[in-house]
Each structure stands twice: as structure tokens, then as C-alpha cells.
């Protein structure tokens, strides 16, 4: 049987994927479609979805706020938390967009 501490560890990892492949969907609509991240953007294709993304994101950063993901965090090795700040590129996904 699984213990509490590794469920919320799979948890963690499982969301953080996720979360990692929106952040680089976002960056993507940005860079590359001209997405516009202003909320008030107008609408068009690429501002739609990067609007359905930052929902996901804000949704992923509520569940790894339950499973305490900044506990997690320190002992994930591939976390940017652990790397120095001017190394970090992406944004935090537990605080949200």
C-alpha cells in the first residue's frame, strides 16, 4: 500500500509536469503566434488558448498547493526552487500566472 507521503509525491511530480508543459504552451503562444498575455486582450485564436492555459495553470497551482508542493520542492532535485535565482525561467506554477 502506498503511504500518504508518496501519493503526494507522485501527485506533485504528476502536476508539475503538467504544469511545465502549459508554461511552455504559454511561451510558445507568446513567442511564436504573437498571443497577446494581457487579460484584456482582444480575442483571436492564440489569445483563446492562451487564456484556457493560464485557467489549467491556475487550476495545477491550486493542487500542488494541497499537496504542499513547496515541502516537496526542496528535496526535488530538478526543481527550479532549488537553483539560484537568475537560473530560474519560468514562472513559479504554485502562485499562478
Not at 12 to 21: G, M, T, W
Not at 52 to 66: D, I, K, T
Given at each position: 500500500?502506498?503511504?500518504d507521503t508518496a501519493r503526494d509525491r507522485a501527485i506533485y511530480h504528476a502536476l508539475k509536469?503538467?504544469?511545465e508543459v502549459?508554461?511552455?504552451l504559454q511561451t510558445h503562444l507568446i513567442?511564436?503566434?504573437g498571443a497577446d498575455p494581457e487579460r484584456a486582450a482582444p480575442q483571436s485564436p492564440s489569445t483563446n488558448s492562451l487564456k484556457l492555459l493560464r485557467q489549467a495553470r491556475e487550476r495545477l497551482?491550486?493542487?500542488l498547493r494541497a499537496?504542499?508542493?513547496?515541502h516537496i520542492a526542496e528535496s526535488d532535485e530538478i526543481s527550479l526552487r532549488n537553483q539560484h535565482p537568475q537560473q530560474r525561467t519560468s514562472q513559479d506554477p504554485a502562485r499562478g500566472m
Amino acid at each position: 500500500m502506498v503511504d500518504d507521503t508518496a501519493r503526494d509525491r507522485a501527485i506533485y511530480h504528476a502536476l508539475k509536469a503538467a504544469d511545465e508543459v502549459a508554461a511552455a504552451l504559454q511561451t510558445h503562444l507568446i513567442e511564436e503566434h504573437g498571443a497577446d498575455p494581457e487579460r484584456a486582450a482582444p480575442q483571436s485564436p492564440s489569445t483563446n488558448s492562451l487564456k484556457l492555459l493560464r485557467q489549467a495553470r491556475e487550476r495545477l497551482g491550486a493542487g500542488l498547493r494541497a499537496v504542499q508542493a513547496d515541502h516537496i520542492a526542496e528535496s526535488d532535485e530538478i526543481s527550479l526552487r532549488n537553483q539560484h535565482p537568475q537560473q530560474r525561467t519560468s514562472q513559479d506554477p504554485a502562485r499562478g500566472m
